[in-house]
């Protein structure tokens, strides 16, 4: 008869067992990392007149709805994972901030997890609004007098625009994401989705000005993916 392991050596079985499961864990992830482009005509940035609230807003604002690197990388678009598992993911459900300063909303474009919550700040020394006709989630159209917060949760994906009626040329979005896989462009286009399960993946790209753009991806846990996506006017 073989003799019964000791508590010991059971104790001993189950640590290599989970640092078995964790060394797996981490093998069968990769990472895709990429830019977006833009391919289209030249851009000019619009130049918006100011006629109110001069003081703190200044005369003239300069759009900021297409962004683009000195090599036409895009900022501010939102990269996602499209066809992954339906399964669980732990969200973090610390609030976001989106801050309104100097009659801009700032950051302009913010990520939060379905069930988390967006709190609006004003830190400027005047009266703005925070207004969303949301399509999957409710509504909203809120008066946000200097140093109030405004929370608001967001329970099913969707992207959906913030507007202040009060300065129309302020303009924000939330994305509401599904899954932990989205990504905002930075300055240069560049953007990084880590830890994605190896397999066959299509990216979808949006953004504000150009639509969307799909492109397909291989992840596997040896190299990184690296891929471009173009995108233009439509």
């Known amino acids: 008869m073989h003799a019964r392991p000791s508590r010991h050596q059971r104790l001993a079985l189950l640590v290599g067992l989970a640092a078995a499961c964790a060394i797996t864990a981490t093998a069968s992830a990769g990472t895709i990392n990429g830019q977006v ?41 939102v990269v996602s994972v499209q066809g992954l598992p339906g399964a669980k993911w732990k969200r973090d459900l610390s609030p976001v901030k989106m801050d309104q300063k100097k009659c801009d909303f700032v950051p302009r474009i913010v990520l939060v997890p379905a069930g988390g919550t967006v709190e609006f700040l004003n ?16 509504a909203f159209n809120r008066a946000q007098p200097h140093g109030r917060t405004i929370t608001i949760t967001f329970r099913s994906p969707e992207i959906l625009r913030v507007d202040c009626d009060l300065h129309s040329w302020m303009r924000g979005w939330v994305v509401v994401t599904e899954h932990p896989f989205y990504a905002i462009t930075d300055a240069d286009g560049n953007f990084a989705l880590e830890n994605v399960p190896p397999g066959k993946y299509t990216l979808q790209v949006w953004h504000e000005t150009l639509g969307k753009a799909t492109q397909d991806v291989t992840v596997t846990d040896a190299t990184p993916a690296t891929v471009t996506v173009n995108m233009q006017r439509k």
Not at 42 to 55: A, G, T
Not at 123 to 128: A, E
Not at 130 to 135: H, N
């Open 37 to 77: 482009r833009y391919t289209g005509a030249p851009v000019q940035r619009k130049r918006i007149p100011v006629s109110i609230d001069q003081y703190l807003c200044g005369t003239e604002k300069t759009a900021d709805d297409l962004l683009l690197s000195p090599k036409n990388g895009v900022q501010n678009a």
């Open 123 to 138: 830190s400027d020394r005047l009266l703005h609004n925070v207004r969303s006709d949301a399509k999957e989630n409710p």
